[in-house]
């Protein structure tokens, strides 16, 4: 219940102590004036650590998911540096057929990041499984290339 006494829905995340992968990716001093660099192990780390979760959001959970909004900004780390995908307020429910014409939903209104989401989105296409794919993807090739 919020402060007015209405029920809201919340996701809770535990506290991701190496916040979001962004700016680990794109280091800068910080205040304790140690530089955040990551080895190419960790980023591999972190790769396999998102795949995993997209792949359980797309395939094993209970209702599933099309992210929708997959980019370095949402990836938080914890301590021991375990990716998590965050921000699933863009994320769009799919019917759990085995029809792959039916895993997808409408793109109209989808606010994702333009540089992440897949062109086809622009275009007025569905949303599906095959456009977090495209972003995971433009996510690699930062990763990577960075």
């Known amino acids: 219940m ?17 916040g ?7 280091p800068v001093i910080d205040n ?3 530089s955040r660099n990551l080895s190419l192990l960790q980023r591999l780390n ?22 929708c909004d997959l980019k370095q900004n949402n990836i938080l780390l914890d301590n021991d540096m375990i990716a998590c995908v965050s921000n699933f307020a863009l994320a769009r429910l799919f019917p759990t057929t085995d029809d792959s014409s039916q895993k997808q939903t409408s793109t ?13 989105y622009g275009m007025g296409c569905e ?5 977090d794919m495209y972003s995971y993807g433009i996510f690699l090739l930062e990763m990577f290339l960075e």
Do not use: R
């Open 108 to 120: 109209n209104g989808i606010k994702g990041c333009i540089g992440y989401a897949a062109p086809e």
């Open 127 to 131: 949303a599906s499984t095959e456009g």
């Open 2 to 18: 919020d402060y007015s006494g209405n029920q809201i829905k919340a996701l809770v995340y535990e506290f991701m102590t190496n």
């Open 32 to 34: 304790e004036k140690k």
């Open 20 to 26: 979001s992968f962004d700016i680990w990716l794109h």
């Open 46 to 67: 972190v790769a396999i650590d998102v795949s995993s979760a997209i792949d359980y959001v797309h395939n094993h959970s209970a209702q599933p998911n099309i992210h």
